[in-house]
């Protein structure tokens, strides 16, 4: 089985660039031969009229993918990102050569110029919420280039971009639910999670701090939970913001870590906080955070609630609500026998949803499926 992947990176690095590493590294492992054409970040300088026409038809970006699938007889072209500079078009090289495409659902752009939601799309009045999205240049604070994505998202749906794509895999059944709301083909939507190797070989003894750990985005809420932190019942550390005169001098935070520097972090600590203003499509962070044997407090809305069970692997409070983050936070913390039994669920949670050999077992069977449903086409 030949693979492509094709991710346009970001100006920040997050979750997505992890997703794209990782699932190469696991299809290597299975015996799966992948490459990975990655297109570097934009500068955000670029007009919304060339925002728009870059996401209709890329023109460079296609004849690029030609040249890269006439040199080797891929099976699969596996979309990730391609906003801003590439479009749905660049499938069509892959669909003239009888080449099956699919695409994993990392945000909600096709959909919403934000890629990000509060709650349900909503079935009607979709209008009002591409509205307000371009009235607060919702897409890299501009109005002009947010006005191009409703424009594109009309025009993706009248000339139907999506449905030349054989499958898109939604690492959550939110995701799907939300996509199915859009008009999205259920047939097309597969619920596949993310996964990850091990933080840590056993789960570790409960610790002594909470850790946060996202983007520094206001979406992913952490200066919010900085702000509100002061009279909680455990000290904090954050990952990914530093420490600013804007932020109090309390938490510690730790800037931007990955390998060692983070796995330490996760394994000694007590509980991982998941603080998201917006549902969140998946949760790598809870994903690692069990693959540590550690329980989560999370933000109820989106994905999250998906994985995290109370009384089991870890609670949830109320999204933005700081007296009922630290009612749940004071509930956990009480029992620490209990807290370490969550930790034992939260690792088995991790051993039987979001293991590696799992995810590439399924990631492969849907790769030889469609593979094989295009080759009964040609």
């Not at 000290?235 to 420490?243: C, F, N, Q, S, Y």
């Not at 603080?275 to 994903?287: A, I």
């Not at 994985?307 to 933005?320: K, M, S």
Request: aromatic share 8%; proline share 6%; hydrophobic share 45%.
């Amino acid at each position: 089985m030949k693979v492509l992947q094709i991710h346009q990176c970001y100006r920040q690095a997050g979750g997505e660039e992890q997703v794209v590493e990782r699932e190469a590294r696991l299809l290597k492992a299975a015996g799966c031969e992948v490459d990975t054409w990655l297109l570097p970040a934009l500068s955000g300088q670029q007009s919304g009229l060339k925002t728009l026409l870059s996401m209709l038809h890329h023109r460079q970006a296609c004849r690029e993918l030609a040249s890269r699938l006439d040199s080797k007889a891929y099976d699969v072209v596996h979309l990730h990102n391609v906003f801003p500079a590439l479009s749905p078009s660049i499938c069509q090289p892959a669909r003239q050569r009888g080449i099956a495409v699919v695409m994993t659902l990392h945000n909600f752009r096709p959909l919403v110029p934000a890629a990000t939601l509060t709650g349900e799309l909503p079935l009607r009045g979709r209008w009002r919420l591409w509205w307000r999205q371009v009235m607060t240049g919702a897409y890299q604070q501009s109005r002009l280039r947010t006005l191009a994505l409703v424009a594109f998202i009309l025009v993706a749906r009248y000339r139907r971009f999506w449905s030349q794509l054989d499958a898109f895999i939604c690492p959550s059944e939110f995701v799907r639910q939300q996509y199915l709301r859009a008009g999205f083909a259920a047939d097309k939507l597969k619920m596949l999670p993310h996964a990850c190797e091990p933080v840590a070989d056993r789960v570790m003894p409960v610790g002594h701090y909470a850790l946060a750990v996202g983007r520094s985005g206001p979406e992913k809420g952490l200066h919010w939970l900085a702000q509100h932190w002061s009279d909680m019942p455990l000290p904090l550390k954050i990952v990914g913001i530093a420490p600013c005169s804007a932020l109090p001098a309390e938490p510690e935070f730790c800037g931007y870590l990955q390998g060692d520097a983070l796995k330490s972090l996760y394994q000694e600590a007590a509980v991982v906080v998941v603080p998201s203003l917006v549902c969140e499509t998946f949760g790598n962070v809870v994903m690692e955070a069990f693959s540590a044997g550690k329980p989560c407090l999370v933000a109820a809305h989106g994905a999250l609630t998906e994985w995290v069970q109370p009384d089991y692997n870890g609670a949830w409070f109320v999204p933005g609500d700081a007296a009922d983050l630290r009612r749940q936070l004071t509930g956990l913390l009480s029992n620490p026998e209990q807290l370490a039994a969550l930790g034992h669920n939260a690792r088995a949670c991790w051993q039987q949803q979001f293991s590696p050999a799992r995810h590439a077992a399924a990631l492969m069977t849907l790769y030889r499926t469609v593979s094989a449903r295009q080759a009964g086409l040609r």
